[in-house]
């Protein structure tokens, strides 16, 4: 992952991702990518998460809201944002995992045919994350980071940088599965 922070950085309250990459060449159908969060119990940490953010939605509770959705990736910068709200989490969940998915209408397109991928995660004006998809330059989705509740510790974080070879909705059935 380029440039990553080192190590585990404990308390997180409130989180920002956002997505950034470059538009389409003229005449070829938009490049259309979707940030994904999603959410499991402490019960049930991996699997089919409990609730799924993403384009047209938000969390129940209104702790993970995407607020800014791009169908093309025309604009400065980060096109695409979410935001966590870990600290207002209810007990019962102990894990959230962020990916990206590109919506793949036009035909197969993966994060090598996309120019000027990437990511950040912040807190407040610190980047915990910054990522440009390089090392999964065949796959449709990837996950990004993974938010875990520790205990009275808070909320801390882990990179996990996982590409697969997935359409949106069925990458959001493997967002949460265990990791080899």
Known sequence: MSGLNSGLNKGLGRVEVTLRWDPAPIGAPAHDLDIVAGVFTADEPYGAPVQLVHFGSRSPDGTITLHRDSRTGQGFGYDEAMTLELDRLAPRYAR???????????????FGDIANTGIRVREGYTDLLVHDFADVPDALAATVVEFTRDGAEGWAYRPISHGYDADPQTFATLLGSARP
């Not at 959230?96 to 035909?107: E, F, R």
């Open 96 to 110: 959230v995992v962020v990916g990206v998915a590109i919506q793949q209408g036009g035909g197969r397109l993966a």
